[in-house]
């Protein structure tokens, strides 16, 4: 069964500063990536999607895939205490229908 | 407005008991979701549908039955509830095709004692 394997699982960072996730996912079927951000009690919200090799930045949020290691990572500049979340990373298989699998997250204490 | 409605919010049970968890969408979707999280645990996939037809189960338990009386409805029957169910289950929905964006509903969180 398709895995996906989050890093670190938990993260603190200044206000101001970077933070970086990694996700990983075992299935070589793996052909898209999500990142959710869900705050605490509420429900996942989609922040960002990656398909292809390389880049894709909107505002603060960066992220890279690496298709050839089914590796992604999400960068956040400029950290808000607003950014406090736990931020799953899911993947989706070309074999596998519309499911998604989640990793179990990456809990980000932004400490103002 | 929640584009996704789930009810109820917060749902304390018997052990041995049914419930049903409702899960209406108003985003004109064709493909719903269930999801399960838990403690510690990833946010686990359920089952899926599309224009009302089950389209995948990784569910192994038969205490879980979801029904489509509508398009826009998919409710979740639970039967002979265990304290281990306790979690929040989550409804979601998207367009039917391959990698389109979920839109999560805000749960139902299920306590069995």
């Known amino acids: 069964q398709q895995k996906v394997q989050q890093s670190p699982e938990s993260l603190i960072v200044p206000e101001g500063g970077m933070a970086s996730l990694n996700c990983t996912s075992s299935?070589?079927?793996?052909?898209y990536f999500w990142w959710y951000r869900q705050h605490s009690g509420k429900s996942p919200k989609m922040l960002m999607?990656?398909?292809?090799?390389g880049e894709k930045e909107e505002g603060r949020f960066t992220v890279h895939l690496n298709k050839a290691s089914l590796h992604t990572s999400l960068h956040i500049r400029d950290s808000q205490p607003s950014d406090s979340a736990l931020y799953l990373c899911?993947?989706?298989?070309?074999?596998?229908?519309?499911?998604?699998?989640f990793g179990t997250g990456t809990s980000l204490l932004v400490d103002p | 407005d929640p584009k996704i409605i789930q009810k109820p919010k917060y749902l304390v049970a018997v052990t041995g008991s049914e419930k049903i968890l409702i899960c209406e969408q108003y985003?004109?979707?064709?493909?719903m979701y269930w999801y399960r999280q838990s403690a510690k645990k990833p946010l686990e996939f359920m089952f899926s549908y599309s224009y009302q037809k089950l389209m995948d189960n990784q569910t192994a338990s038969s205490r879980f039955q979801p029904q489509s009386s509508k398009k826009n409805h998919l409710d979740l029957q639970i039967t002979a509830l265990k304290p281990d169910d306790s979690a929040t289950y989550f409804c979601?929905?998207?367009?039917?095709?391959?990698?389109?964006?979920?839109?999560f509903g805000s749960g139902t969180r299920l306590l069995v004692i």
């Open positions: 899911a993947a989706s298989a070309s074999n596998m229908g519309y499911k998604l699998t």
């Open positions: 985003l004109g979707h064709n493909a």
């Open positions: 299935d070589r079927n793996v052909d």
């Open positions: 999607s990656i398909f292809s090799n």
């Open positions: 979601a929905s998207s367009q039917e095709g391959k990698n389109s964006d979920y839109t």
